[in-house]
Nanobody, 120 residues
């Protein structure tokens, strides 16, 4: 039974746009801040954007002005609209709680993520 399911990734040219989505199961969503994270090959997973339960947002400097995070607390959905994409945005994108990662059986839980590839 999936608890964090990302979708919407794909291949896009530099300068293009893409939107990714996250479906969250469980009762925690509406009571937690959430974030989009990404991990490029050979790099640490990094926080891209976060959103509070009241809708307040924060962004990594590298994506500020280009990405928009949003949430639907009724549908338990998290979204990331990505514009003006750059090759450096290429990564697997994950959703999760913020700032404390969801833990199951004593281990951090991550979904499968969705691959975003930006060609130059």
């Amino acid at each position: 039974q999936g608890q964090l399911v990302e979708s919407g990734g794909g291949l896009v040219q530099a300068g293009g746009s893409l939107s990714v989505s996250c479906a969250v199961s469980g009762s925690f969503f509406s009571f937690n801040a959430m974030g989009w994270y990404r991990q490029a090959p050979g790099k640490q997973r990094e926080l891209v954007a976060s959103i509070q339960t009241d809708g307040g947002t924060n962004y990594a400097g590298s994506v500020k002005g280009r990405f928009t995070i949003s949430r639907d607390n009724v549908k338990n959905m998290l979204y990331l609209q990505m514009n003006s994409l750059k090759p450096d945005d290429t990564a697997v994108y994950y959703c999760n709680a913020y700032p404390t990662i969801l833990r199951i059986n004593g281990r951090d839980y991550w979904g499968q993520g969705t691959q975003v590839t930006v060609s130059s």
